[in-house]
């Protein structure tokens, strides 16, 4: 018998929850390694918590931020987007 896989929850769902964000369930959100949420709360890149050594990111910091990364297309001379 094959082990139950735990259904991936989005992004949207993560932030929508309002609790506080392990950094696996980020990585897992954001679809990228768990390495690299660790690294990105290390360097100062993402907003995190750190309580007495354990990060935790907050929904109500990521939000802005995330929206801080977006970038808006670039038209080229004649409307074609690059």
Same mark, same amino acid.
């Given at each position: 018998?094959?082990? #139950?896989?735990?259904? =991936?929850?989005? !992004? &949207? #769902?993560?932030? $929508?929850? @309002? +609790?506080?964000?392990?950094? #696996? #369930?980020? /990585?897992? @959100?954001? *679809? %990228?390694? &768990?390495?690299?949420?660790?690294?990105?709360? *290390? &360097?100062? %890149?993402?907003?995190?918590? =750190?309580?007495? @050594?354990?990060?935790?990111? +907050?929904?109500? +910091? !990521?939000?802005?931020?995330?929206? $801080?990364?977006?970038?808006? /297309? %670039?038209?080229?001379?004649? @409307?074609?987007?690059?």
């Amino acid at each position: 018998m094959k082990p #139950e896989k735990k259904p =991936k929850t989005g !992004l &949207r #769902e993560l932030l $929508s929850r @309002g +609790d506080l964000i392990a950094p #696996e #369930e980020l /990585a897992a @959100g954001m *679809r %990228v390694a &768990r390495i690299t949420v660790y690294q990105w709360a *290390r &360097r100062g %890149v993402i907003p995190h918590l =750190k309580i007495e @050594g354990v990060i935790r990111f +907050d929904p109500a +910091d !990521l939000l802005p931020w995330l929206e $801080s990364k977006r970038k808006a /297309a %670039v038209k080229l001379p004649g @409307g074609a987007p690059l």
